[in-house]
């Protein structure tokens, strides 16, 4: 990530961006002192009116957008990518709804999570405290300025965002738009604060802040959250891939299974929650893949098949090794038959990246076991990998979905953005 040959005015530069950054950490450690000790009230007043502000301001996001938009159509973006990076005023209606509802949402800070009794006659318990300063590293979705604006504010934290080069207008107007209302609020802006410089080495150097933040959240490709990994300084929560599976079970109602897997893989396929591999019981393959294939060929799916699949399906691509272990985020499709409920575990326990994971089942004993068997951050029982999502889970929205099981694990809300700290009643105790 780091340039290997620099000028002595590339050095200036770099010592610019070093300076500059170091100011922002300061800036955003005192700002996250002042959130600590805000009123449920206050934060929840800021998140409505930043809700407000994000509808009133939407022609302008908009028109930042179409800049951002004619980048990355002339970089020859994906598809995938680009649908990402769009706001229309739907999307950003979504977006402003979804911090209205984590203003709704119950505050965790100060909340007492147990308490406990000890012979001395201590009463010790644990309270919910946020982490302080949460730098956020992504790529292309501008939503994830607001919603992880949102959830920090709500939650008590300071935020640094580092967007990509491909989102910067849409992200700097998103910034301005909510630093607008902490002004208007008598609240520190740089409660909220995005790094506007789009040189690689502004990354390095806010992986350096360890005394400044507290948290790394990346989100983006596998090779953005491994560079991230390997320079930072500071803990990182992460996930590398979002590899999901859908086992259809013996017995499974068909039509059901259809329509779950149509929408896990076509809903939004260039997405961390979307379908990769479809496992599907040797007991209903003959009947059910040749069902599906219709309305996956009709969406453009293209499907790669294991050779018992191939034998159902003739025409269909042959799947390799590594396909098994891939995150397309495209209209692509690994599909393997299996032999029975264990094989599928077994499969998902190898390939899987611990991300979410679905069966298709009219057995209650084998949902039970797929529930409790299967180690990934989100297990569902008949219905698409899709809502493995903050928002649908009722998280008002999510600063990133945890593939790691330290502090957090699947889609991250806010309690996942505070940590606990113990607090002890005493009554003139002294240790012996």
């Not at 010592?15 to 002192?33: K, N, V």
């Not at 590594?322 to 029975?340: F, N, P, Q, T």
């Not at 599928?344 to 004993?365: D, F, N, P, Q």
Request: negative net charge; proline residues 3%.
């Amino acid at each position: 990530m780091r340039l290997l040959c620099m000028t002595e005015k590339g050095t200036e530069r770099m010592a610019d961006i070093r300076s500059q950054l170091t100011e922002m950490g300061r800036l955003a450690r005192q700002a996250s002192i002042v959130l600590a000790g805000l009123s449920t009230e206050v934060k929840n007043k800021a998140l409505v009116a930043m809700a407000d502000a994000l509808v009133e301001n939407q022609a302008l996001i908009i028109r930042e957008n179409e800049r951002d938009l004619g980048k990355a159509r002339e970089l020859g973006l994906s598809p995938a990518m680009i649908d990402r990076l769009t706001l229309n005023e739907a999307a950003i209606g979504g977006i402003a709804r979804g911090l209205a509802e984590v203003a709704a949402l119950p505050d965790p800070v100060g909340k007492v999570a147990s308490m406990w009794k000890r012979p001395n006659g201590l009463v010790v318990g644990r309270m919910r405290i946020p982490l302080g300063v949460i730098g956020i590293i992504y790529e292309s979705r501008p939503n994830v300025t607001a919603d992880a604006a949102a959830l920090c504010l709500k939650s008590g934290n300071a935020i640094i965002l580092r967007g990509g080069s491909e989102a910067i207008h849409s992200n700097l107007v998103i910034v301005r738009v909510l630093q607008g209302v902490l002004r208007d609020l008598s609240l520190p802006e740089t409660a909220i604060q995005i790094v506007a410089i789009t040189d690689r080495e502004a990354v390095y150097e806010m992986l350096q802040l360890e005394e400044s933040i507290d948290v790394i959240i990346p989100r983006g490709g596998e090779d953005l959250i491994r560079a991230v990994v390997r320079d930072s300084r500071i803990p990182v929560i992460k996930h590398y891939k979002g590899v999901c599976h859908v086992f259809v079970d013996e017995g499974a109602d068909l039509d059901m299974a259809v329509r779950i897997c149509v929408n896990a893989k076509t809903q939004r396929p260039g997405v961390c929650n979307a379908m990769e591999t479809l496992l599907v019981h040797e007991a209903v393959a003959g009947e059910f893949l040749p069902v599906v294939a219709g309305p996956f060929r009709k969406a453009g799916v293209v499907l790669r098949g294991c050779e018992r699949t191939r034998a159902i399906l003739p025409d269909v691509e042959t799947a390799t090794e590594e396909d098994w272990y891939r995150e397309y985020l495209d209209l692509i499709l690994a599909v393997r038959v299996v032999r029975d409920l264990d094989e599928a575990i077994a499969h998902i326990g190898r390939y899987g990246s611990l991300h979410t994971e679905a069966i298709v089942t009219e057995s209650y004993k084998r949902a039970q076991r797929f529930l409790a068997e299967v180690n990934s951050s989100v297990v569902l029982v008949n219905a698409s990998t899709r809502f493995s999502d903050g928002f649908e889970l009722g998280l008002g929205a999510e600063i990133g979905i945890s593939t790691t099981k330290l502090h957090a694990f699947g889609p991250m809300g806010l309690e996942e953005l505070t940590t606990t700290k113990f607090i002890i009643y005493g009554n003139g105790q002294v240790r012996i």
